[in-house]
Structures are given as structure tokens and as C-alpha cells.
């Protein structure tokens, strides 16, 4: 990783002599505020050894003020939007159609959401809570910022990039000497005013508080199921159930939330995967009520996991999932909104008049309307338009990614790959189509283990939204905070557990 | 490590299925919290893994809460003796000079210190700035709690041990429910009443803010020192300086501080060892300023290093330690008040008298008394009462301990090496004798690089005392906070950071 990194950017130790000393100083910097304040993850599956999570050692990716508030507030209009779509039984089954022939995966959990409409209590299917994260990249060419994707499941980052926010900014404040002489070394710097003092730098990095906003929501669901339960709650209380993978590395950006919940709310978290629900937890016949072992009833059912078809190794796992949903907690998120954040669905919302059915057809929609990127479904290989497309992205693939259902990094086809995909004899009514955003490409100093790389990288921003709605009452709907991304330019994948992207921030000018 | 502890009590992996799940439930916790919160440790000296430091699950040290207030009052009067005995040059270099014909680094640091009151300016010498730790253990005869040692240079787990107590109060009340219910598994449990509730169960761990105080008097240091240079301090300010030995593990108890010192006082403290403050730094031989680099001045000088002899690889060291003796920087600590904190002037202050010398002949000087085990000095040993006691330690070696002038551990004598000691014929003026405090063993749960033992155990509890005081004008004099380490009573060994013992916490009753 180390010399894939020194391979696409100049060495550090390179670097002439005063500025090596000042990125020393901030790494030393770095490594010490990681260590502290839990921007961790595990070495390997031992669980013992930790090591700081990939980041840049300053804010990586310069946004113009106007296009970070136009985004943010797509938020919440994208909450809203969810919940509508996932309303919608027959929308969502409709859209899916061809998808769920073709994928596996996608059918499974059709068959979920059947089980549980079609189950003694459906109204449990709309008890919703939200975490979700809208993907946006800078485009070159029209120079505005269009969304990738809208995650709806196991939105990650949001507790480390918090307390990343909070690094940055303590750096551009501590190392307001130093930081003016050294301007010209990464894109923010030379953003700044040649005389900006420590508090306007800093107040360029956004505050957020993702941590507070995420487990408050929790807090929230927790006190409506205890209201719904009143004196029947059981002796060990209400507790938030979050469903992790069993070889997560990336544990402290999920229990940084553990342990905030506790703090602020008395609220307990528990940690399980779905093959210890599918063993621990019980679901009442007649009341519909979740319990871990004896006593614990579970208020919400936080997903950070099941996302992957890897997730379910066999009928169990499908068992406890089908449990959680039928349950009577809240779903973070529920599997209609897993469903409405697939490909399939963003594709079929940027179709003419789709969006807008949910949305209506006023400011709101155009708004959301102008961050869509361009797609388009290939169900239809014989349509006109799908063919044209098709026939330009075979000559033109560096323009095009191609996406399948599955959610998790690592499954888009690029360049040749795309190519050989649209001219093969496969169905890819499983598939996407989708304009390839060209971003502009920056330098960023990059620490991975340890190891600082100076290197030609791209950013990726995300904003999070919150929502909690119980059978079209909403109760909270708040935007929250951003998370950047940001890879080595030679790169195609972006995962930062996996190592090929780091966690960053983004400064405003 | 782990098959040590595992010889040395039972493995959990044998506990019975109910407590086996709730010391499961418990290490997870402690794994979440010390991950989060910064109780960690390098792994090795790469400078990027992180492992926990080793801690108790529980609070481990039952103590009377009369004895351990009796203690706490004494980290008032004790900062003052070491202050008193400092500012008595004489006294130190007369109780020093046997020792010191023997031991070179007592040789060397006495040189050191002449050369400051020799010097220019020699009332630098009183700029003293203290973090104290008086260690104590229960001495199961008496039933009170004798003084180990008095620590007067680089008091380490200040800062880790606040968080502890953090930790130990949050398990306590998280784990109410559980805790109950398993009363009988650690002695502090027992201790509890049946039906005690959270908050009173934890507040059995006093709350203490060693990290606040620390810095709180760094950066009061620091004010005093801008106070005095007024509008000729430098343009990159004032600094406290951390002088640190090269391949320290236990980074994070000293960063925390560096931290907290920026959080709460944006005051900068910089790391260096001694070999890079010899490279680095300059003493204006007009004033007496220290500078790092070309600007900043250095306002503190703090030591988590330079106690061994082991820190002082060659003349350059000493050089250092010089330059930041001689300089108008407050010391943290002084040589005089690392000469104060040697074993033989604790060995003198048990005399008739001595103690009496610097605090009277008041109640103060009794209660301080009452703490002392009983030592004898070795110089003379044609003298009775010298003579009376090695016969019957040679007879009795296990109720002793041999203790070198040396600072930082595994240098102490027990049992048979302390009988060999005694019969040789080398000069035994640089060592004391002790009584060894035979304290009661208990049951712990220990956790060191994850693995969980359940061992026979002792623990010793520290007191610090911070205090801050320019030539006999006193600031600063306060009690903060408690320190308890734990280790295998199968061990005669303590170093934390080595893996011998665990950081652990007080639990009154």
C-alpha cells in the first residue's frame, strides 16, 4: 500500500527541507489525535491491535461555499423522499421487476418485504429510522457537484468523520504559524487569505455533530417504543440492537456511537451479528415484541451489516433478518428503504416524471433534480435510446461506469471492463448505466499506517440526513454533517477500511 | 505474558457459563473504552500500532475510605517537604555523599547541580514546578498504608489514570444491572451493599481530574514565565518542554496532556529528547532564556525522562540537562528535587529528627511519620543497630526489600538475591534497606493485550500532588488524584507499560 502510494506521489521524505519539517510536525500531530480520540480501526481480526484510520493530515477537498448549502439542503428532501418511495409497495416491486430476475440478492429481500407485508402486523414495515448518506463528486465540466449514490444502509463514518472535523480544525488553528507559511502546500491553503486568522481557517472546515444527531434519532425511537410499551416494557430495558459483520474492522466508528448513546442517553447499545440474532433473539407470536435473551426488548434495529449478500451465509441469517423486520422495533433502516437506496431505483428516479411522483413537481423536485448525474437502465436492449447509449459508452467506456445492484465498493465494471460487459451476451437488466463524474484532480498528503504520502488524488463528499417517521409521523428530519473521501487518482475503488481511501474533510471558500 | 498470568490464576475461558459471559460482556466494554479513550500504548517502537495498556476490569483496590483520605492529606505537606529539603543545598549533598562515592549517576547529577548554584544565576534553581506521587501499599499487620516511595520525577499514568477512574465509574453503572447479580466476583463487589444502586457504587471510585491539574499548573507556569519576559517573549511564545526518552511506548499518558494543555490553555508542548534538545536548543548566556529553534522560548521544562542512568548516553545528554537546569524555564522537576526524591533522603527522612528538620515537630511531621515504613541506611556497618538488622535480614530476607539509589523499576532485591547482597563484600552505600510491606492478596480480573486472566494479585496505590513554586513564593499546592496499579502476586516485578502489573482504581468502603 506504502508503494502503490509512493509509486502515484512524490515521497515525503522528498520533500526540501522546512517543508518535510512542517508535514512531520502535523503527522506527529495526526497520529496523536487519532490515538486518542478513537479514530481507529482494528489491525486485523484479533481485536486487539489498533492502528489510525486512513486520512489526509489536512482538509483534502476544496467546495465553494454555494454548492456545499445547495447539497446540504437536498438532505432533507431526500429523506422525505425515501420514506415516500418506500411507502410504496407497489413502486418498489414494479421498479424492481427485471432487476430481481437477474439478482439474487435483490429477490431475497423481496421476499422479505413480502413476508412482512403479507405478515400478521405489516404496520411494523413503516416504523422508520434513518441514517442515510447522499454521494456527491465535483464534475469538472459543469462544475457542480453530482450525486453518486444515496446510501440508505449502513451510512458509515458518520461518528470518525465528526471527530475528524474536529481534528482538522484543532490543525488549523494550532498550526496557524506554521500554516501561513505554508500556504501553497495543499489546495485549501492557498484558498485561505494570505492574512486569515486561526478562527476564519477554522470555520472553513464545517462543524457538524453527525455523532450527536445519529444517537439522539436513537435516543428518539427509544423513547417512542417505551412510550408504546408503557408498563409491559421488561425489566432490562429498551435497547438498540446494531447488527454488525463478524470480521468488521472498522469497529470504533460503530462504538464511538455505543458509547456516546450511553453518555448522553443512558441508552444501552448491543453488538451482534446476524447469526447471534438468527441463536439470541426472540420474537413474540402475539405482540410482535424483539427480545435479546431473557429480558432485553430491542427498540431499534440498527444495521451495520446485511447489506452484502456475503452477510447471509444461509437460511438463518435470512430468518433473523425476516425477525427483525417483523418486529415491532425501529428499522435503521427498514428493508423497503434498503430496497429504495438500490441502483435500480436511482436510475428509475431520473427518469422523466418519476422523481416528481413522489415529489411533486415543484422547486423541491428541481432542485434534487440538478444533483442527478445521467443513467440509464438496460432492461430494454432493443429501445432506441438504450441502444444508442449503449453503442457511445462501447466506444467511449472512460465516460461510463457500470453498476450492479449489490451495495458495498468494489462491484462497478470501468474502462475495458465496462466494455466487455456491454458487448458480451449477458442480461444486464441487473445493471446500471451511469455517467462517469470527472473530477478535478487535486494533491493531498495522505497517512495510511503510519506511512505520509504527497499524492495526485479525488475527493468524494457525503451528506447525511437522520429521519425517524413511524407510519408517516415524522418525528425528526435533519441534515447532518458531510464525510469526505478521498483516493489516489490511479485508483478505481475507494474503500478506507480496505486501505484505498482516506477520510477527509472539506474546506469552503 | 499471557501464559504467566494463565499459571498464575484460573483462565476465564474455565469460568462458569454465567460469569464467563459477564466478564465477556465487561472485556469488550474495557476493550471499546480503552480503544476510544486513549488508554493505549504503543505496541513497539514503530510508532503506529496501538494496543491497550493493561488494566484491571474492575476496580481492583479495596481501601478503607478513613485511610485513603488519611493519604490524600498528605500530598499537601509532602510537596512542601520536598520544596524545603530542595532549597537546603547542604542537607542534600551531606545525606548524598556516601551514596554518592558509590553510585555515579547520584555523582553525576550532584555535579550538575553544583554547576547551577555555581552558576550565573543561581536562584534558577528554585523555579520548581512538581507532579508528586507518593506510592503506598496496605500492610496487612497494621492494617494501614505504608509509603513505598516518594516519586518526584516523571510521575507517569497522571493522566491514564484519570481516564480509568472514567472508565471504572462508567462500568460500575452500566454494568448495574449485571453487577448485582455478581457481587462475589471481585472483592470490590463484596464490598457493596445488596441493594446499592449505580450512583452510589460508583462513586466508591473518587473522582479525580489529574489531567486538568496537571496542565492547569503547566500553563500557570507558563503565565508566570510570560509574566516575567513581558514584551520581550519571543514571537513563536512560550513552550512547555516534554524531554521523553526515545523509544517510549507509553506515548499516549504524556499526550493526553500535550492535548489537553492546547484544549484548555492554548499552550503548545513540544516532545524532544534529550540528544534533540542538545541539537536543538540554546540558552542565551545573557538571560538565561531557553529557545527551541530560533523563536520559541521555553517556559517549562518537564521531565518523563533523564531519571536513569540510562537516559544519559554521553556527555551531550548531559549537556542538556544542564542547559535546561541552568535556564529561567520552571523545572518539572528540578535536580534538586530529583535528588530529594532518591531512596537514601527517603531513607534519612525516617530518622530521628530528620523529617522534623524541614516540617517541625508538629501534628503535620506525625501524620506524615505515621506513613513510613521502617528503612535503614548501610553506610556504617559497624554500627549496632546496622549490624542487628542485616543478621536478621539475612535470616529473614522475605520480610525485606534492597533498594538502589537508581530510579525506574526492576532494580530492587528480594528473597535470596537480597541475601546473597547482604553476605558479599561489595559497599552497600548506594542501597537501603527495607521493610517489605506484606500486603493482602485478591482475586482480579487483568487484561493485557486482550487476553482476560483471573489471578491472585496486589495493588499499590499512588497519590499525586502537583505543585508550583518560584523561589519560596508557593502557587500552586494541591492533591490530585490516585493511581492504583496492580500486578500477579506471583511477581515481584511493576512496570505497566512492561506488561507486569495493570493500571486499576481505588474502590472505598
Known amino acids: 500500500m506504502v508503494a502503490s502510494g509512493a509509486a502515484a506521489g512524490s515521497s515525503v521524505g522528498g520533500a526540501p527541507g522546512e ?43 476544496a467546495v465553494p461555499r454555494g454548492l456545499f448549502e445547495e447539497v446540504r439542503a437536498l438532505a432533507e428532501p ?59 463528486m465535483m464534475d469538472q465540466q459543469s462544475q457542480r457537484l453530482l450525486q453518486v449514490e444515496l446510501n440508505t444502509i449502513s451510512s458509515s463514518f458518520g461518528a470518525q468523520s465528526t471527530i475528524l472535523a474536529q481534528m482538522h480544525r484543532q490543525i488549523l488553528s494550532k498550526f496557524d504559524f506554521l500554516r501561513q507559511s505554508h500556504r501553497g502546500l495543499w489546495p485549501g491553503g492557498s484558498l485561505l487569505e494570505e492574512s486569515e486568522d486561526a478562527a476564519s481557517a477554522q470555520s472553513r472546515v464545517p462543524y457538524q455533530d453527525t455523532i450527536g444527531d445519529i444517537v439522539d434519532a436513537f435516543a428518539a425511537a427509544a423513547g417512542e417504543y417505551r412510550g408504546s410499551r408503557g408498563s409491559a416494557l421488561g425489566p432490562g430495558g429498551a435497547v438498540v440492537l446494531m447488527v454488525v459483520q463478524d470480521d468488521e474492522r472498522n469497529v470504533m466508528d460503530q ?10 442517553h443512558g441508552v444501552r447499545m448491543e453488538r451482534r451479528t446476524l447469526a447471534q440474532v438468527a441463536e439470541e433473539a426472540t420474537l413474540g407470536e402475539a405482540d410482535g415484541i424483539l427480545r435479546l435473551g431473557d429480558s432485553r426488548e430491542v427498540a431499534v434495529s440498527y444495521l451495520r451489516a446485511g447489506y452484502s449478500p456475503a452477510d447471509y451465509k444461509g437460511a438463518e441469517e435470512w430468518e433473523a433478518r425476516l425477525m427483525l423486520e417483523q418486529s415491532e422495533a425501529f428499522k435503521c433502516p427498514s428493508i423497503a428503504y434498503q430496497l429504495v437506496g438500490s441502483k435500480k431505483i436511482q436510475q428509475y428516479l431520473a427518469e422523466e416524471g418519476a422523481l416528481e411522483r413522489f415529489m411533486g413537481k415543484g422547486e423541491e423536485s428541481a432542485s434534487l433534480r440538478r444533483c442527478f448525474a445521467s443513467l440509464w437502465g438496460l432492461e430494454d436492449l432493443g429501445d432506441p435510446k438504450t441502444k444508442e447509449v449503449i453503442d457511445h459508452a462501447k466506444k467511449n467506456p472512460h465516460l461510463y461506469v457500470l453498476k450492479p445492484q449489490r451495495e458495498g465498493g468494489g462491484n462497478n465494471l470501468y474502462d475495458e471492463k465496462l466494455r466487455e460487459a456491454l458487448e458480451g451476451e449477458g442480461d444486464l437488466s441487473a445493471y446500471i448505466l451511469m455517467q ?74
Not at 481480526?45 to 483534502?60: I, Q
Not at 458509547?259 to 448522553?264: I, K, N, S
Not at 499524492?455 to 437522520?466: F, H, M, P
Not at 464525510?483 to 469552503?508: D, Q, W
Request: hydrophobic content about 40%; glycine content about 6%.
Open 19 to 61: 517543508e518535510a519539517s512542517f508535514i512531520s510536525a502535523l503527522k506527529s500531530e495526526v497520529l496523536t489525535y487519532t490515538a486518542m480520540n478513537g479514530l481507529l480501526m482494528l489491525e486485523s481480526s484479533d481485536e486487539v491491535g489498533l492502528v489510525h484510520v486512513p486520512v489526509s493530515l489536512l482538509p483534502a477537498m
Open 436 to 509: 462517469r463524474i470527472v473530477s478535478p484532480m487535486h494533491k493531498s498528503y495522505l497517512l495510511r499506517k503510519g506511512e505520509c504520502v504527497n499524492a495526485d488524488t479525488l475527493s468524494e463528499l457525503g451528506i447525511y440526513g437522520v429521519y425517524l417517521c413511524d407510519n408517516g409521523r415524522e418525528i425528526i428530519n435533519k441534515c447532518s454533517g458531510a464525510l469526505v473521501r478521498t483516493k489516489l487518482a490511479s485508483s478505481n475503488e475507494g474503500g478506507v477500511t480496505a486501505g484505498f481511501s482516506c477520510l477527509s474533510t472539506p474546506i469552503l471558500h
Open 255 to 264: 462504538q464511538i456511537l455505543e458509547q456516546e448513546l450511553w453518555r448522553r
Open 78 to 136: 431526500f429523506n422525505v423522499l425515501v420514506e415516500r418511495f418506500a411507502s410504496d409497495p407497489v413502486a418498489i416491486k414494479e421498479t424492481l421487476a427485471a432487476a430481481a430476475k437477474q439478482d439474487e440478492f435483490t429477490r431475497d429481500l423481496i421476499r422479505v418485504y413480502d413476508a412482512v407485508l403479507g405478515g400478521p402486523r405489516p404496520s411494523v414495515a413503516r416504523k422508520n429510522l434513518a441514517v442515510n448518506r447522499s454521494d456527491y
